[in-house]
């Protein structure tokens, strides 16, 4: 399922075209390549090393630097927008982060680059985002009334927008795709409980990207699986997906991630899941859970593109027969 889901989830951190103009470029400098051309050694100078071969390193080593800088600047950039008070502020900043996490997916050195960032506390993306863009409302409700009284002004956050919540599934998505330990993270901020409120509360936008944020944080994370199991996490998916009043795409989704759930637990007796297929069972039905395992087997041969068609048709089939019975 590892392969598969980075492939079907990545695409989804894209940039709004539409989106604010910060958007991070990490374009090579003009001299860098004249350099890279001047530098490279004779068959004479290649056992040894040549001036031109230090200079090389030198601008390696001075571009590295530099793009890391644009790294950190483009997070603290975007961290500061979703910490903001008003939601327009933050929705900027996490299409910011979006447009930041689009660039970094393009390259094993930025993504690298963007782990080693993710070991700063001040730069961590997902402790900022369920403390500020994907938290209840509720928590922000007036306990007192003590601050009329005060001398201090009370600090009012606008509650978050539906774009916004979205928006910030998908930066999550993205920051555990691209850095394993933003799962771990995401565990001691109880992803899954917040999650799956979202997916029980929230809009057909909201749903969908949750349910792609849902397989990010669980992939190889034992911890989130097991939240995601106390929390009865299959029941809300396949109630969803047995409702026949709700949006098509919605229940297509829901088939693709038990396809994906299923394929990650598969074969595994250890895992916290390991009676998702009795669950189903009793939840789908035989016929439709059968359909489910078999299905989930699929693509393992085949191209990320091909896989994703591969996937749409059997959630399709799946969807069909839960109709069927």
């Known amino acids: 399922m590892g392969n598969l889901a980075i492939t079907s989830s990545i695409d989804q951190v894209r940039p709004d075209s539409k989106g604010d103009s910060k958007e991070m470029y990490l374009k090579k400098p003009l001299w860098s390549e004249a350099v890279k051309r001047t530098a490279s050694p004779s068959a004479d100078e290649s056992n040894q090393t040549s001036p031109a071969m230090v200079v090389e390193d030198l601008v390696s080593f001075l571009t590295d630097q530099r793009v890391y800088r644009e790294v950190t600047l483009a997070l603290r950039t975007g961290i500061r927008d979703v910490r903001a008070e008003f939601s327009f502020l933050r929705v900027r900043g996490l299409r910011n982060l979006l447009k930041f996490l689009r660039t970094v997916s393009e390259s094993d050195s930025t993504i690298q680059m963007f782990t080693q960032s993710q070991t700063v506390p001040e730069l961590q993306v997902v402790p900022v985002l369920f403390r500020h863009s994907l938290k209840d409302s509720e928590e922000d409700s007036v306990a007192s009334l003590d601050h009329i009284f005060s001398v201090?002004?009370?600090?009012?956050?606008?509650?978050?927008?539906?774009?916004?919540?979205?928006?910030?599934?998908?930066?999550?998505?993205?920051?555990?795709?691209?850095?394993?330990?933003?799962?771990?993270?995401?565990?001691?901020?109880?992803?899954?409980?917040?999650?799956?409120?979202?997916?029980?509360?929230?809009?057909?936008?909201?749903?969908?990207?949750?349910?792609?944020?849902?397989?990010?944080?669980?992939?190889?994370?034992?911890?989130?699986?097991?939240?995601?199991?106390?929390?009865?996490?299959?029941?809300?998916?396949?109630?969803?997906?047995?409702?026949?009043?709700?949006?098509?795409?919605?229940?297509?989704?829901?088939?693709?991630?038990?396809?994906?759930?299923?394929?990650?637990?598969?074969?595994?007796?250890?895992?916290?899941?390991?009676?998702?297929?009795?669950?189903?069972?009793?939840?789908?039905?035989?016929?439709?859970?059968?359909?489910?395992?078999?299905?989930?087997?699929?693509?393992?041969?085949?191209?990320?593109?091909q896989r994703l068609t591969a996937l749409h048709i059997q959630a399709r089939r799946v969807l069909e027969s839960i109709d069927m019975y």
């Open 152 to 305: 201090e002004p009370m600090k009012i956050n606008s509650p978050s927008t539906d774009a916004e919540v979205a928006l910030a599934l998908r930066v999550l998505e993205g920051c555990c795709l691209l850095h394993r330990e933003s799962t771990i993270l995401a565990h001691r901020q109880k992803a899954i409980p917040v999650l799956m409120n979202i997916l029980s509360n929230r809009g057909v936008a909201e749903q969908d990207a949750c349910l792609d944020a849902l397989i990010s944080i669980m992939l190889d994370s034992s911890a989130n699986q097991m939240d995601f199991e106390s929390c009865n996490g299959i029941e809300e998916v396949t109630d969803l997906i047995r409702d026949k009043q709700k949006d098509e795409n919605l229940r297509l989704k829901c088939g693709e991630f038990l396809l994906l759930l299923i394929g990650q637990v598969n074969g595994r007796d250890k895992s916290p899941m390991a009676t998702v297929h009795d669950d189903l069972r009793q939840l789908l039905g035989e016929k439709s859970a059968s359909l489910i395992w078999a299905a989930s087997q699929f693509g393992s041969t085949l191209d990320p593109e």
